[in-house]
């Protein structure tokens, strides 16, 4: 099943700031639906990831915010940046929820609707999420991981056709979409993920990451290297379910190989505030995030 990208925003729920970007982004997707697209064409190059049952979307409280899970066909939704704003600069989107499941809307569609508003071409990855059956949940994980790569390197293929600097790819992600981005992200790239077709081979580093209230990879801290993009990370301190500690290890061993670094914690916001839909200080993350975009040179014209 392919889930549509398309849906309400009541303002009950959202942010002004997160209210404002979907409202002057709407004439833009307006014109026609986002892309989507196969991330593996002839499928998965392993058999880690298999679901006894269909892919389900669940609708949640709060307007715009679906759950999707069971996936094991993953998929690119493409919003392409509207023409007079483009700045080359696009972010993959890797939502989170645990890898059970994925917070689709909060975590995907409405940050690439927001991404737009500053001229960044946005994807939303539909990745694969774990299975309880065989095999075992470390094979899960890598299986999740490739397909996180392969999302790069799709990208990076179709720069051109997508109007993409290839030296302007990052990624973003969210709780679990974090680790996820985190791992993508930690400066060891493989030569190639999967083989048989001419994607495999595109260089698989993001240009720049942000990491929102991000799950922390067991092997970041010590496996970092120098060759890692340079990184944003936000966070709440009354978050429990991935504590801002998470972040300060992330920040830590970033500056420690040398790789450029900014961090932002917020006392308050809890776990999951996507863009800032229940308001407050922690809101204003969007914003900081694009002034740091610029300051990377990622949004010059």
């Known amino acids: 099943m392919l889930l549509s990208p398309r849906g309400t925003f009541p303002a009950s729920r959202f942010s002004f700031v997160s209210l404002f970007a979907v409202l002057l982004v709407a004439g833009s997707v307006a014109a026609g639906e986002p892309e989507i697209i196969p991330l593996w064409p002839a499928g998965p190059p392993d058999n880690a990831i298999v679901h006894a049952g269909a892919e389900t979307i669940t609708e949640r409280p709060g307007g715009r915010n679906r759950s999707i899970d069971r996936v094991s066909v993953p998929t690119l939704t493409v919003y392409p940046a509207p023409a007079g704003k483009a700045t080359g600069s696009a972010v993959v989107i890797f939502p989170g929820g645990g890898f059970t499941h994925l917070a689709i809307d909060k975590e995907g569609h409405n940050v690439a609707l927001w991404l737009n508003t500053v001229g960044v071409t946005a994807v939303v990855v539909k990745y694969r999420t774990r299975s309880d059956g065989p095999p075992d949940r470390a094979e899960q994980m890598k299986a999740i991981i490739s397909d996180g790569r392969r999302a ?42 999967g083989v048989g077709d001419p994607v495999a081979g595109v260089s698989c580093r993001p240009d720049f990451a942000g990491l929102i209230y991000p799950g922390l990879p067991p092997d970041f801290t010590t496996n970092v290297t120098k060759n890692a993009p340079p990184m944003f990370l936000v966070n709440a301190g009354d978050d429990t379910t991935t504590p801002a500690e998470n972040s300060i290890r992330i920040y830590r ?22 863009l800032g839909v229940r308001g407050g200080a922690v809101a204003g993350w969007s914003g900081l995030f694009t002034a740091w975009l610029k300051e990377i040179g990622m949004l010059s014209g």
């Open 152 to 193: 790069v390197r799709l990208v990076r293929f179709n720069a051109e056709k997508w109007g993409i600097d290839p030296a302007r790819i990052g990624v973003m992600g969210f709780s679990a979409g974090g680790y996820l981005a985190a791992s993508v992200a930690s400066g060891a790239y493989p030569g190639k993920d």
């Open 253 to 274: 061993a970033l500056r420690s190989a040398g790789v450029r670094a900014e961090m932002h914690l917020f006392d308050n916001g809890g776990h999951g505030f996507g």
